[in-house]
């Protein structure tokens, strides 16, 4: 069983910043990729980063330049540092990873429960 935990949501002003942070528990052998999505009400959820086990690095263009995704693998961890908030950036962010959880066996993904995000004056 794995667990994805998001935590850092919150309301913020436009052009505030937020850092959400994702740890993932469980039985985990390897975590190939991880990543954040969002959610806004009446839409797909769509991508918003992610950051593959060799720290490549993938941005939806409407934050390029505005957010920024890392890692700590030792933690199984990944964050997601959001700058120059917009008020189109409010959704419900939700976590991702690729993971397997034991030696010889495919990766599945896994998604934790989100986090809200709110960006209002």
């Known amino acids: 069983q794995v667990q994805l935990v998001e935590s850092g949501g919150g309301l913020v002003q436009p052009g505030g910043s937020l850092r959400l942070s994702c740890a993932a528990s469980g039985s985990i052998f390897k975590i190939y990729v991880m990543g954040w999505y969002r959610q806004a009400p009446g839409k797909q959820r769509e991508v918003v980063a992610v950051i593959s086990t060799d720290d490549r690095l993938n941005y939806a263009d409407s934050v390029k330049g505005r957010f920024t995704i890392s890692r700590d693998t030792a933690k199984n961890t990944v964050y997601l540092q959001m700058n120059s908030l917009k008020s189109e950036d409010t959704a419900v962010y939700y976590c991702?990873?690729?993971?397997?959880?034991?030696?010889?066996?495919?990766?599945?993904?896994?998604w934790g429960q989100g986090t809200q995000v709110t960006v209002s004056s």
């Open positions: 991702n990873a690729m993971i397997a959880t034991r030696i010889g066996v495919a990766p599945y993904d896994s």
